[in-house]
Structures are given as C-alpha cells and as structure tokens.
C-alpha cells in the first residue's frame, strides 16, 4: 500500500487507513508512471459475439514474428474472426527448459516481448492494424508460476512456494512441470507486482484483454482483484477475459468465459470410441450446469495448440476434413462461442510444435475446407438465435441435433458424426416448421425423414 505522505490533514489520512481494505493489499499501486498507448477500440464485440482466433506465432509464419502475424490479419479477418489471442509473448526461460526453444509459458520477464518475436513496437502496430480491421487483440496470461530464471526468483524469493522440509522453491504442485516454479499466492506485494505487470500491457500496447492460462490453480480473490484493476484501466472500452479453467468462480472473478474441457473429450469419443452423439448432450448439460444463468459463456474447440500436438490435428481426430467440419460445426454452434487454432480452417494436416518452430505452410490451404469454416462462422455471426437463443437437444446415436430458438428466429443444426450414412426422424414437433437451408435460403420440403451421407450437415432456419 503507498504512504500518503503528502496528505496534509491527519482525518482524511485517518479515513483513507480505515477505507482500506484486504483486497487493497491484493490490488496493484496505481500505475501513474504509465501512459496509455493508442486508442480506445471502438468494435470491441460483445462477449457473446465472438469469435476467437488463436496464434501460436512460433508457427504461424515463416518468421515466426509479430510482424509475420499482421502480415496475415487480412486472413483472419476474412475467416471472420474478431478477437486474435496470441499465446505468450513474453521471454521464454532457459534455466530447466523443457527442450526446444522452451515452453512459451515458462515467462521469463512479464513486461518484456520475447526478441524472438520482435519489440514492443512490433506488439503496438499489430494491435493497432488489428483495431483498424475491426479485431480485439487479447494476451495469454500466465499467472499461476514463473521460470526458473525470471528475476523474481533471486530478487524476491518469498514470492514462490517452498518444500516445507528442504526449503526449496517447488514446482507446480501434482504436476511434472519442472520448468516452471510455483508463486506464492499468500504474498501480497507478489500479487501486486503480477496485477501491475498485466495492467502495463493494457497501457502500453493496447490489448483488449487476455486468456488466462491454468486459471483454476489460481486463487479466485486473486482473479477478482486483477480483473477488477485491468477492466477500470479502458474507461470507454470493454475488455475481453477467458479463463482456461472450468470452475463457475471465475464468472463471480469477473471472466466472461470459460473453456468447454468435457465438452471437447465427450466429441473426441463420438469419433474415437464410437460414443452416441447423444454425449454430446450430456457433456453440454453438464458444462452449463455448472454456470451461472445459462449465458452462453463456454469456450469450445475442436483444436488449440496443447491437443493439437498432443492429441492430433483436427483431421487426425475427427476422421479427415469432412470429419472435422462435422464436428466443428456442433461444437461451433452448440451454446458456445468457437475458438479456431491457426491453419484448421484451411484442413491443415500437420501438428504444430509449441516447444520448437514448425512453421505452418499456408500454400497447403485446402479451399473447400477453408469455405466451409467461414460460410459456417459467417452465418453464427448473423444468428441472434445460435448466439444468444434457447437450447433444445434432438440427437439420435449417429446424429448431433439441436435447436436454437428466440422470439424470432429458430435454427436447427443436424450433423452425421460418422462415416456411414444416417436415417435421421425428424422430431414430431418440427416436421411442420417451414426450414429452409440457412446458408442457401433454398426451401427445404417438408419430411419426417432426413438422410444425411457420411459426415454430412444441414443448417436449417425458419
């Protein structure tokens, strides 16, 4: 907390003592010795609106820079994303690397840029050229632990958990992450250096948010006060933030997303292990379960950069393109706001490499694939239903089905998710609803019975 040394009258000191707070001692000093670079950004979508692009910028181009990202953001834009997350930015420690080039969330300095990826100036005219192209650009965060060499680790080393036995700084407990070392959340003036280090990448460059990585480990009264301090920073700007956890706390925390973790396994074992596409439903019911007042306010995928190398690309997963588009589609449409990884709109069949560059051959671009993404993101874009409507679940075994309703406009998604064809009945009450195909406008005539070929889908609208 600052002394007030300056305040000259002993009751206003005396009340600005009593007004003080636990959570004061949370929050960071004022940043006064910032000043905020650029504009505010005046397209900043609603949280329901968007769409979220993820950049591994090691891979996404040649020169795996930031300058390699804006020479791109004609793509994304056409893709029809408004929010680029770039994973971090930051230098990357050395000290017990994880191989490669290191893990990029093993942060050495919190407020530098990696030089690998460029400067400071390289970040601000990324942003800027993303505002001017009507895209928020947020941050991946990493508050949870550090390097082994970021300077805290000398200059503060009760900022850390020890082993209560040898004294030593520990690694993230029940984890094998040996290039990282666990922060102490019982250490105010840590918690204060942290909130102070996200506030100067909203002063200095600009961004509009961040995704907050392994969210769930860390302590909710810590998320309150972060969030509550980089949000007042914009006064006439919103700011995006996505926890990469599950818990409902992080809505209380002041999030406005989390990710759909369940939801993303219970679609690998459709496709996998042969699950009905009912689990789908379930795996839906039982994420919303755990949110507060049904908003949609889920994170899903059908790739992001940890299963993409650990797991497979979307290809490998969802049984080729048409697979994949199968399931994208649901996923996409399903009470959630879609996350795309970088190259999976253009069916990339390649893993990307988080530790090491491998840089992503744009010339693979497959165009059919690349078409359907974006006919399929520009129709939830125009759908008040898909974004914000109710939910109604209609799946058989081979079938994802469901309706998104409001007062005016109903949509029904049906998808194959198999590499057969399926007989699909059509519930009693929809057979007399007048669909048409969303993305044609074609009338669509009236049947108790829709066959669908393998991995096909139909979006219909009334």
């Keep these: 907390m600052k002394l007030y040394s300056k305040i000259i009258f002993l009751s206003l000191t005396l009340s600005i003592l009593i007004s003080c707070s636990a959570s004061d ?28 692009y993820q950049v591994n910028i ?6 795996g820079t930031l300058n390699g990202v804006k020479a791109k953001l004609n793509d994304i834009k056409d893709l029809g994303a408004n929010v680029i997350y770039l994973m971090p930015i930051y230098p990357v420690g050395t000290l017990n690397s994880a191989g490669g080039l290191g893990s990029p969330y093993a942060v050495k300095d919190y407020k530098a840029v990696n030089p690998d990826f460029g400067t400071l100036e390289d970040l601000r005219s990324l942003v800027t050229e993303a505002h001017n192209m009507g895209m928020a650009v947020v941050l991946d965060w990493v508050a949870n632990h550090t390097a082994w060499d970021n300077a805290w680790i000398t200059e503060h080393p009760d900022w850390y958990q020890h082993d209560p036995e040898s004294g030593a ?18 250490n105010n003036d840590m918690r204060a250096a942290m909130i102070d280090a996200m506030s100067y990448w909203v002063y200095n460059a600009n961004i509009d948010g961040f995704r907050c990585d392994y969210a769930d480990a860390v302590p909710q009264s810590f998320w309150t006060d972060a969030i509550a301090t980089v949000r007042a920073i914009k006064k006439d700007q919103s700011l995006l933030m996505l926890a990469e956890g599950s818990r409902v706390h992080h809505f209380y925390e002041g999030f406005d997303y989390t990710f759909g973790f369940g939801y993303f396994d219970a679609l690998k074992k459709v496709y996998s292990e042969n699950k009905p596409a009912t689990t789908l439903q379930d795996a839906n019911a039982s994420e919303y379960a755990n949110n507060y007042n049904n908003a949609y306010k889920i994170v899903r995928y059908t790739s992001n950069h940890d299963v993409n190398l650990s797991d497979g690309t979307p290809i490998e997963l969802f049984h080729g393109t048409k697979g994949s588009v199968a399931a994208f589609v649901v996923a996409a449409y399903m009470q959630s706001v879609p996350m795309i990884y970088n190259a999976q709109e253009i069916g990339y069949a390649s893993r990307l490499g988080v530790f090491t560059r491998t840089p992503i051959d744009w010339n693979m671009a497959d165009a059919t694939v690349l078409a359907e993404y974006k006919k399929i993101i520009a129709f939830r874009k125009s759908s008040n239903a898909i974004k914000t409507g109710t939910y109604k679940g209609f799946s058989a075994a081979n079938v994802s089905a469901f309706t998104m309703e409001t007062a005016t406009e109903k949509v029904m998604v049906i998808s194959n998710m198999t590499n057969t064809t399926a007989n699909y009945i059509m519930p009693a009450s929809l057979t007399t609803t007048a669909w048409k195909d969303a993305f044609t406008d074609v009338a669509m005539p009236a049947t108790n019975e829709i066959i669908l070929m393998p991995y096909q889908y139909l979006v219909l609208k009334n």
Excluded: C
Excluded at 42 to 49: L, Q, V
Excluded at 58 to 63: C, N
Excluded at 176 to 185: E, K
């Design 58 to 63: 090691r891979a996404f181009s040649q020169q």
């Design 169 to 186: 700084i520990i690694i993230p407990p029940g984890t094998n992450y040996n290039d990282v070392a666990q922060l102490n959340f019982d």
């Design 25 to 52: 001692n949370n929050a960071t000093s004022n940043p006064s010795n910032y000043e905020q670079y650029g504009e505010s950004f005046t397209a900043m979508p609603k949280s329901e609106d968007a769409i979220i």
